[in-house]
């Protein structure tokens, strides 16, 4: 103790970033990789979310399994025959590493969005956080409410 105070370890002060939380090196793809084998990526990698990047790493967009259902599957589409760019969600919602994780929810909650790429200082995708990633490292209550906030329609 100095002077009275208590001495907590600076671990406990320090908030959780996007890096602490977040999924390294995720598997990516490019504009123009056909879509059946980013729904193989996507079993390969056990996620629902694929960040295609353009050729300096950068995210142009996500394709997500709901994105290969609704816009392809569904639409009776051959997913081999049309590239990831065709079903792709454009307009990335990203993270950079050193985002605190609640500033992260509050991305999440804003967007709507059940995942998140994570981007270095040079905008190259880095990392991917999901709910699951939230449900692991933060709080059961901003856990809860991300998940209320993002399932409403």
């Known amino acids: 103790m100095l002077h009275g105070e208590l001495l907590i370890p600076s671990e406990v002060h320090m908030a959780k970033l996007a890096r602490d939380v977040m999924t390294a090196d995720p598997a990516c793809c490019l504009p123009d990789t056909p879509i059946d084998q980013v729904a193989r990526m996507m079993v390969q990698n056990d996620c629902g979310e694929i960040p295609v990047i353009d050729r300096s790493d950068q995210p142009v967009g996500v394709v997500t399994d709901r994105d290969i259902v609704c816009r392809v599957v569904a639409e009776g589409k051959n997913p081999s025959a049309y590239p ?70």
């Open 84 to 153: 990831a760019e065709m079903c792709m969600t454009s307009g990335v919602i990203a993270v950079r590493g050193d985002t605190t994780l609640d500033d992260v929810v509050a991305t999440m909650e804003k967007y709507r969005i059940r995942r998140v790429p994570v981007v270095d200082d040079n905008g190259r995708c880095s990392g991917i956080i999901s709910q699951a990633d939230i449900a692991a490292y933060g709080p059961s209550k901003k856990t809860s409410e991300l998940v209320t906030k993002i399932s409403r329609t």
